[in-house]
T-cell receptor, first 115, second 115 residues
Framework: NAGVTQTPKFRVLKTGQSMTLLCAQD?????MYWYRQDPGMGLRLIHY???????AKGEVPDGYNVSRLKKQNFLLGLESAAPSQTSVYFC??????????????FGPGTRLTVT | QQQVKQSPQSLIVQKGGISIINCAYE??????FPWYQQFPGKGPALLIA?????SEKKEGRFTISFNKSAKQFSLHIMDSQPGDSATYFC??????????????FGRGTQLTVWP
């Protein structure tokens, strides 16, 4: 099992450009999450999904959109990138309902710089 | 509003010493309290977790102490080793409600263990 994978690993964008971050998991997890990590701020939840076709806002959703068309994939989109979105982005997934397990499995992260 | 408060932000410990990281929460509906460990360039990974029906959980050199009345929990790393140098996050979650499956993270503690 590859676990949780993220594409790309690094990216540099200019202000105003758009991009999509891809997260894939092969563990048949129901729940998927997108976080951003900034120095001194910990992990902040952007959006999450409790199943295919459903998404919900987290703590810092502004400027981001998500889609979960397939159970194994969770996409994070930036329509018009801003320097404030420079961060490391982590995707995570968990079983939750079927296994009553709270553990989240994290991907390796995407380092995004917006100039 | 930060749901879980973590301290200290950074910690330097001598090899063989005890590392202690503290967290506090307000929401009494939380019923799951994990600690995640993150090495540089990697995603966080579950280290150890506790539920509020026990006051302590030990796994090897890592122990969680939980004080339900004070709404506090802490991570103790005994005989700290240079390989324990990482960022540690506490978190909390609750079973029910609209935030099902969501983890609320503290801001992290960067631990450095000197040889």
């Amino acid at each position: 099992n590859a676990g949780v994978t993220q594409t790309p690993k690094f990216r540099v964008l200019k202000t105003g450009q758009s991009m999509t971050l891809l997260c894939a998991q092969d563990m048949n997890h129901e729940y998927m999450y997108w976080y951003r990590q900034d120095p001194g701020m910990g992990l902040r939840l952007i959006h999450y999904s409790v199943g295919e076709g459903t998404t919900a806002k987290g703590e810092v959703p502004d400027g981001y959109n998500v889609s979960r068309l397939k159970k194994q994939n969770f996409l994070l989109g930036l329509e018009s990138a801003a320097p404030s979105q420079t961060s490391v982005y982590f995707c995570a997934s968990s079983y939750w309902r079927t296994h009553n397990s709270y553990e989240q499995y994290f991907g390796p992260g995407t380092r995004l710089t917006v100039t | 509003q930060q749901q879980v408060k973590q301290s200290p932000q950074s910690l330097i410990v001598q090899k063989g010493g005890i590392s202690i990281i503290n967290c506090a929460y307000e929401n009494t509906a939380f019923d799951y309290f994990p600690w995640y460990q993150q090495f540089p360039g990697k995603g966080p990974a579950l280290l150890i977790a506790i539920r509020p029906d026990v006051s302590e959980k030990k796994e090897g050199r890592f122990t969680i102490s939980f004080n339900k009345s004070a709404k506090q929990f802490s991570l103790h790393i005994m005989d700290s080793q240079p390989g324990d140098s990482a960022t540690y996050f506490c978190a909390a979650s609750r079973k029910g409600g609209s935030t099902l499956g969501r983890l609320y993270f503290g801001r992290g503690t960067q631990l450095t263990v000197w040889p």
